[in-house]
């Protein structure tokens, strides 16, 4: 069974970046031909797909965020970490990983704001 773990500062300042860790047990992120993304959702707003890395190491950004975006991995950890820059009050949302969309983290609540 799979599972994934969000970990990363719940408060941060306009700017600034934020950057979130996913630990991911019970699977190799590496394993042929599993995509894991990341995807958040804001106050009264449905989901938001941010990106994914793919096994091979690969990432793809969402178009409207991708001049902010940057998502990595390490691969001795089995984690992947997405990193947004230059936030703002906007970014506040709960920010989930995810592999496939099947199996993903119980979300973490990232707030913007000085």
């Known amino acids: 069974q799979v599972q994934l773990q969000e970990s990363g500062p719940g408060l941060v300042k306009p700017s600034q970046t934020l950057s979130l860790t996913c630990t991911v047990s019970g699977g190799s992120i590496t394993t042929n031909y599993y995509y894991w993304s990341w995807i958040r959702q804001s106050p009264g707003k449905g989901l938001e797909w941010i990106g994914y890395?793919?096994?091979?190491?690969?990432?793809y950004y969402s178009p409207s965020l991708k001049s902010r975006t940057s998502i990595s991995r390490d691969t001795s950890k089995n984690q992947f970490t997405l990193q947004l820059t230059s936030v703002t009050p906007e970014d506040t949302a709960v920010y989930y990983c995810?592999?496939?969309?099947?199996?993903w983290g119980q979300g973490t609540q990232v707030t913007v704001s000085s």
């Open positions: 890395i793919a096994y091979s190491g690969s990432t």
């Open positions: 995810s592999r496939e969309v099947v199996y």
